[in-house]
């Protein structure tokens, strides 16, 4: 049975000025639901290979799901896109007032699928179900802050740093307390000429099912271990638990604990806080504290990147450093690591860029000039770390398929290894996070637990961000995967079915990938994580560069792939993706096989269906 629902999609041409709106092919919405799984279905049938990121011919999706407005905690939406950073697939999500006022204005429809440049700056109006393009060149240069002030209704636009194209850009709402962070989306944004998504609807009215089965799941999400924690430190306390055991990434990936963590930590915040984000909520989200002439809301990985990874240890210097970035609409991950690998090269003395660890002022200097792309260096930098390392000839700062690395060091977690290197998107943890288990059992856990570990996670979240469920109260959810819910809304799926479709997702984005050049070789970790760790609980602890390729080899058999990292044509029909497939795709030509252990017995590797952690 199909939703009565969200049926349609809003395409808006912005080279034609014309916003039209169309059905949604009723096969599509049950097998990729909505969010990462629709975005996916509509990237793969209209991009040609090669499509230039940053072109018109590029697609730019705001997309919500199927129960948007109605789940536990904060809504949020999904930005897809080609990645400007990457050349890959991209899945951006963000929280805030946004995606419910998306889910308002649009009653009936997934969202924005937006194509084409406009000549001028534009703005995008979207009310009672309409969508309107207008002038938005006095807009132009403003900041996240400035725009959001500017305009009515829930906005989602972009900064300078997305005007200037930075291929990490992000797209900013509630004047840049939340962002579509990873990848450069806010980048596809400012090639398109589009300023700000200003869109006005009040969340819609759920049935007494609905609104029954919402109080029950925030209820369990309250109960929960990850919305205790979310409670009480939200995702600051990620400094903490990763400086413990000794995953921390410090001064630019130089070592595994940072010695004045203390300072950038929860209790720092919680000492700075001028509030919390939800007040009245039993999970409250991130602490409000001063920064600069404002406020902001400090994240794990804005303390983890702009603090220990560049020897920064004032809090207030850190949150000014965040605040930055999300005033200028940049992923503070990627612009951390730009930072932290220019001080790194000026230690080395490959540029001479007067750089120090720990100077905040001249980090915060660099990170302007890198938004604006002012000077040579700060033009390099603004393209990645792997354009600058190319340029000046000094590597040492990693990266996947060309995207920064978050501050969890794989060299003290091995199944991180294989959750960066297989990440559909490049070197990213939300993908899965083994590091939360194997950190404490590292002499106990098998290339069999970190392989089931991640597959199990990859695609349980593909799963979710098809929903586009909140990240931590989706955990309540990885039981049924959202049969429950669905089921509420006259949609016919089971637990089986969603696990299945969260393999299909994350398999026809490795399609798309795939169709874009990407193989084996791009599915490979940096150098640098074969110097041991020189300190912590973790010291002496490389990434074994042999133990990955078997490793490695065992997720692509678990996966049903070929040793080259492509899916096969009998995985391809398995899941329903025969008919989906071009010409243009590469398929493997048989599958990878199991590695054997010690005593030549088969190990026991969890099947894409798995649940995982």
């Known amino acids: 049975m199909s939703s009565p629902g969200r049926r349609d999609v809003i395409r808006v041409d912005l080279s ?125 240069g403003a900041d996240a802050a400035e725009v959001d002030d500017a305009l009515d209704g829930a906005v989602a636009c972009i900064g300078p740093a997305g005007e200037n194209e930075v291929a990490y850009a992000t797209i900013a709402s509630d004047g840049g307390d939340h962002h579509a962070g990873r990848g450069g989306a806010g980048a596809v944004m400012g090639a398109k000429r589009l300023k700000a998504v200003a869109v006005r609807g009040d969340p819609p009215d759920p049935t007494e099912e609905l609104a029954a089965l919402r109080e029950r799941y925030d209820d369990a999400y309250r109960d929960d271990d990850t919305g205790r924690w979310q409670a009480a430190g939200e995702t600051v306390e990620s400094v903490d638990f990763a400086n413990e055991v000794g995953v921390l990434s410090t001064r630019g990936w130089q070592g595994g604990q940072f010695d004045d963590a203390g300072d950038i930590g929860v209790e720092a915040v919680r000492e700075a806080a001028t509030g919390r984000e939800n007040e009245d909520d039993a999970v409250p989200g991130g602490f409000r504290v001063e920064a600069g002439d404002g406020e902001s809301v400090p994240r794990g990985g804005t303390l983890m990147s702009l603090g220990a990874g560049l020897g920064i240890d004032d809090f207030d210097d850190v949150a000014r450093l965040g605040a930055t970035c999300d005033l200028l609409g940049m992923d503070a991950i990627s612009a951390g690591n730009a930072v932290a690998w220019t001080m790194r090269a000026t230690d080395a003395t490959a540029i001479d860029a007067g750089l120090d660890f720990g100077d905040a002022d001249a980090a915060e200097a660099l990170l302007e000039a890198i938004a604006a792309r002012s000077t040579d260096l700060g033009d390099t930098l603004a393209d990645g770390v792997d354009a600058a390392q190319s ?151 490389t990434v074994d560069r042999e133990a990955f390729e078997t490793m490695l080899g065992a997720y692509y058999a678990a996966r049903g792939w070929s040793p080259d990292g492509r899916p096969t044509p009998a995985t391809v029909d398995r899941l329903g993706l025969a008919d989906v497939v071009d010409d243009e795709t590469p398929l493997g030509t048989s599958p990878a096989v199991h590695p054997a252990d010690r005593d030549g017995r088969e190990q026991e590797y969890g099947h894409g269906h798995g649940h995982g952690s």
């Open 391 to 541: 340029r000046y000839g000094a590597g040492t700062v990693p990266t996947v398929k060309s995207m920064e690395l978050p501050a969890y060091d794989p060299r003290g977690a091995a199944g991180m290894a294989l959750a960066y290197a297989t990440s559909d998107r490049g070197g990213c943890h939300r993908r899965a996070r083994p590091v939360e288990r194997e950190a404490f059992a590292r002499d106990e856990w098998t290339d069999a637990d970190r392989v089931t570990t991640v597959i199990g996670a990859q695609n349980v979240r593909s799963t979710l961000w098809s929903l586009v469920v909140d990240d931590f109260a989706g955990e309540t959810m990885w039981e049924d995967l959202g049969a429950e819910w669905l089921q509420a809304v006259g949609l016919d799926h089971d637990r089986e079915s969603l696990a299945t479709l969260g393999e299909r997702v994350w398999t026809l984005v490795r399609l798309f990938n795939v169709r874009e050049g990407f193989d084996r070789s791009d599915d490979s970790l940096p150098d640098v994580f074969e110097e041991p760790l020189p300190d912590g609980p973790a010291a002496g602890r």
């Open 16 to 140: 034609a000025g014309a916003v039209t709106r169309e059905r949604v092919p009723e096969d599509w919405r049950h097998d990729f639901l909505g969010g990462k799984g629709l975005g996916a279905r509509y990237l793969y049938e209209e991009l040609d290979a090669g499509t230039d990121p940053l072109g018109p011919a590029n697609r730019l999706a705001f997309f919500i799901g199927p129960l948007s407005g109605y789940l536990p905690a904060e809504s949020r939406y999904a930005a897809v896109t080609k990645s400007p950073l990457t050349g890959a697939f991209l899945d951006s999500y963000s929280g805030g007032s946004f995606a419910d006022a998306l889910a308002g204005a649009l009653p009936d429809a997934f969202g924005l699928l937006i194509e084409g440049a406009a000549d001028e700056p534009v703005r995008l109006t979207v009310a009672d179900g309409t969508a309107t393009l207008t002038d938005a060149t006095d807009l132009w």
